[in-house]
Each structure stands twice: as structure tokens, then as C-alpha cells.
DNA sequence: CGCCCCCTTGAAGTGTGTCAAATCGGGTGG
DNA sequence: CCACCCGATTTGACACACTTCAAGGGGGCG
């Protein structure tokens, strides 16, 4: 275990412990498991669609994402993954991988170490629990952004969802963050055309909506957008 | 448990026996589990949009969806529930559903019997792991959908999803099956507005694909419609 | 220097939405 | 048995959000 390995784990470490208090055998089931840390560079496949999946894996840094391609080439992103997200975390015998995932950035994944007890008190188990319901949160706002929201309607919502997101795992700062994706990426992932989310952009930097540019992302007015797509905070568990 | 309360049982049952083998004990746990059986008229909210959830449930006969509106009226079917699917299935401590449940036609429901051990090779558990991993496969093939396909490849690909899905549990009779939705229904599934809808079946119905009403769909050549929409057959699992 | 990817902009086309109204069908009450 | 009603389906005319096609510009990197 080397101090490279370990720099990026904070966000993820800080995520998972977010989402459920974590103790130090927790965390040193962490720290254990990053001796398997991998690095893959920008668009290499991390798992093709129906390759069978042999454990769970944590991703440290960098964005990736669920992808699903039709014959003629068109490109659906089905959900990104963000530092601190579990990667085929099925409970089925045989997970076989329902969909591609494709590294977005340079990215460093390492296994994901196993919770003591599935039943009793870990921590871990929970957050892995919690972190599988929070996804299928977020697939489901997807559904709801490509079937009933408008281009604006939908790039601001997903802006916001990646805030919230990167926040959890202490990656941005205030109303800033970082956002690597190209436009063709987002294009892919919002159901539109790569020109139609330029126009769309130009629309928010000209409204004072946002800050785009050099990777990162500036929201000038979290809460107005809010209003303005009628997005509601989700929950996930009982308080 | 009378018999009346037993008589959808056993296309749900199909189901979950065609997921993974069941065996006796297995079996009596759900009949055991039919004494909690419990009918919803339609149109019914099964479950409200961040309640809480006791347990998971089980669907025996009828359909329903999981549902999200936004404020100004849109509504978008997230996903649709048929004979033999489980409803609010989460694995967190104090799940909460991350949806609202709607009953669109009536429906019997009955609390989901508890596998025996999650570990060792109950079918149950097996069967419900992978009942789980076929909604997320529907819900991603819902995501591409959305974003990348036409209101016609839509349609399309929902009939044939509905085919295979109730095919599983019993309820086709070749390329027939039953479809008791409304052209409403299906527009805020396919994330259309229903007078598309209903043109986009007359379309269908004029180049000879399907057959649709009286609460029936007759797929005409289900090999050329998949095709024709580039659906692949799915693997949740290794053979 | 030159290439490639990404971003940007314009002009024209089209798939789907919107608005409005007619028809159909099944249930219900007189 | 008819009259009525109400939701579901159907159809037409028009509007517009988004796509398509095409071209140009900018920045990093070999």
C-alpha cells in the first residue's frame, strides 16, 4: 500500500462513511483493500455488457459510467459513477454486468472490501445497502429527466444531481465543482444532440444560471434552479 | 387462506419458480404467505412516495407502477409491476420508497414470505436476487428508451418487454398477451403525450406488427419487431 | 507546423407536442 | 329500452423543441 495509492481514497472513504457511520475496522477494511487499487486510463471499458462480475469494486477517483450502445450506434449513458460509488453490486449468484461500464476520466477502482456481517451492526454492509438505494434513486430521476423534462429542464436537474452528489463525498467546493465531461458525454447522457446541449449551455451562462468552463461547474443559484425543475430532496431511509 | 385468495397465486408463483428452483419448503412459505393477501381496488396508491416500508411485497395478479410526478401535473411511469414482481425490496436498515406505488388496474398483493437463510442455497433468495437484478435491467433498458429511441421503437420495445416479462409468469399465449393499460398509461410510460400514442399504434396496426384492444396485445412477428428495434436478449446471470 | 478533438454557430427539416373537437363504448338511472 | 354521461380513443391543423447537416474556430499535443 503505497501513498499514491491511498491519495485518492479520502472522497470515497468520506462518502461511504456518510452515508453510514463507519468504525475503525471498517476503515481498515478500506485501507486493507487498496492494496488491489487498478488505474484505467480515459475510455477503456472497466466491464463489457454480460461479462460476469466477480466482486464488488470501489471507485476511488475519476468518473465513470453505465453505458448501453444500439447497433446504429447511438449512445445512451445510463448513470455516471462518482467517487465513493460501488460499481456490480448485485446480490445474485452469478451477476452478469446488465450494461457496459465505461471509464469517463482516468480512474482508480479497487475491490470493495466485504462487510463482516451481512445481518448484524457493520457499518460498511449499511452504507453498501444505502449506497445501492441512492443509485436506484438516481436511475429513477433519470427516467423521469429523459421522459418528461425539457433540454434545460434536464441539464439543470443533472447539474444539481451531480452537486449533491460530489458534495456527499466533500469534492465540492460551495457551488463549485468539477465536471469533466465533454459536451458529446453529457450529450449522451441527457438523451440529446451534442449541438442541442451547446445551444442549451449558452442558454444557462446567458441566464446567469451557471459557470461553465475548465472542467468545472459553478451554480450561481442551487436554490432557484431547484425550484425551477421542481426537484425535491429525496430520501432513502428513515431519519 | 381460502381459495379464493389462492387463485392468482400461481402465475407469481411461475414466476418465481422460473427465476430459480423452488423447492417444497419454499413453496409452503408462500402459500403459508398467502393469509396476509390483501386486494387493491385501481388506481389506488399501494404505497406513498417516501413512506416508509415494512416489508417487501409480492404482486399476484394485476399490474402496477412505480410512479413520479412533478409538480406542474407531469407524471412519468418509472417502471411497471406485473404478477410475480416484488414491491419495495431494499436491503437498507429503514427503506423508504424512493417512489410512489400505484396500482393501475386492480391487484392482489401478499407480504413476500422471508428466505430462510440469505446465505446458504435457498431458491427463494435466489429468486428474489434476481428479481431484483431483472427490475434494474428493465429500468436501464427503460433509460435508453427514453433517451435514444423513437416514439415508434418505444412502443415497440415496451410490447416486447411486456411479452417476455409475462411470458416468464404464465400469462402470454404465444404472441398474446394481456395489455390492460390505457393509451394515457402508456404515454406516461413512454414518456409521450397520448395523442402521439395513439398514433404511433395506428402506425403499428397499419404496417401489420400488432393487433391491439379489448385489454390485448397480439405481437404479429415478434423476431422482425425485434429487430427492427435492436433489442438483445438480456443476461442477468451466468448460464 | 499540422492534426485531432472539442466547442460553436447557422439554416433548414421533422418528430412530437398542443389545442380543439368529434366519435365511440360501457355503465347507470329513468 | 332509451337517454344520458363520462372516460377513452380518434382525428385534424398548427406550433415548436430538438435534430440534422454543414462549416468554421480554438486549443492541446505529437
Partial sequence: VTNTALRPMPSAIARLAALAPLDDIDIAALHKAASGVRRVPARRELIGQGQP?????????????????????????????????????????????????????????????????????????????????????YLLRNITRLGRMSAYERTA??????????????????????????????????????????RTLQAMRQDGSVTIGGGT???????????AVDRRPERVQLP
Avoid at 79 to 105: F, H, K
Avoid at 158 to 167: N, V, W
Fill in 157 to 198: 436537474d443533472l447539474f444539481l444531481e451531480m452537486h449533491e452528489r460530489l458534495s456527499l463525498a466533500g469534492l465540492s467546493r460551495g457551488n463549485t465543482f468539477p465536471m469533466p465531461l465533454t459536451q458529446q458525454t453529457l450529450a449522451d447522457t441527457l438523451g440529446l444532440t451534442t449541438v442541442h446541449v451547446n
Fill in 53 to 137: 462480475i466477480a466482486g464488488a469494486n470501489l471507485l476511488l477517483s475519476g468518473w465513470a459510467c453505465r453505458v448501453s450502445t444500439l447497433s446504429d450506434g447511438r449512445r445512451q449513458i445510463v448513470s455516471l459513477i462518482l467517487p465513493g460509488d460501488l460499481i456490480g453490486a448485485g446480490r445474485q449468484r452469478n451477476p452478469v454486468a446488465t450494461s457496459a461500464i465505461l471509464a469517463l476520466t482516468e480512474v482508480t477502482v479497487m475491490p470493495a472490501p466485504k462487510p463482516r456481517a451481512e445481518q448484524s451492526g457493520s457499518g460498511l454492509a449499511e452504507a453498501y445497502a444505502l449506497s445501492g438505494a441512492w443509485d436506484e434513486a
Fill in 217 to 227: 461547474v459553478e451554480l450561481h443559484d442551487p436554490e432557484r434552479l431547484t425550484r
